[in-house]
């Protein structure tokens, strides 16, 4: 895992920040600028099917599950039943926008923001922690 900085802040509706695919560039142990924007900074209605598609050539699917919990019981899951994973955990930022990091056990490791400030409550579009889970995709196939 890699310790990396996004480039673009998040300004809504003018810019949509990239601590996405710099979380996730750090859970790959690849540089930032090797994972795409997927939504080039706008809104993009095919976002999951981007990402997919880019993770698949990884032989990589994304997991999802959401959280309706406070952040410290969320992170104490995470520790009880997947310890020494690495995850992308998506929640608000002190900036008041939904922001990812990425954790390991029930501590956030990597804090994309330049600002730092890790995650203060849950996502601002649906009030739900997300947790994001890379596997392989050979399990995900039917």
């Not at 501590?107 to 739900?128: F, K, N, S, W």
Request: negative net charge; aromatic residues 10%; glycine residues 6%.
């Amino acid at each position: 895992m890699k310790i990396l900085e996004q480039s673009i802040q998040h300004n809504p509706p003018e810019l949509y920040g990239d601590c996405f695919r710099t979380a996730l560039a750090s859970i790959l142990n690849l540089e930032r600028d090797d994972v795409p924007h997927f939504n080039d900074g706008k809104p993009c209605d095919n976002y999951w099917e981007l990402v997919n598609d880019w993770l698949s050539h990884r032989d990589l699917v994304m997991f999802s599950v959401a959280f309706e919990a406070k952040l410290p019981d969320v992170l104490s899951y995470m520790k009880r039943v997947n310890q020494d994973l690495y995850y992308l955990l998506a929640g608000k930022s002190p900036r008041g926008c939904s922001h990812q990091v990425v954790a390991l056990n029930d501590t956030i490791v990597c804090d994309p923001a330049p600002h730092g400030g890790g995650l203060v409550g849950p996502c601002i579009e649906d009030d739900l922690y997300w947790v994001n889970v890379l596997l392989p995709r050979s399990i995900h196939r039917i």
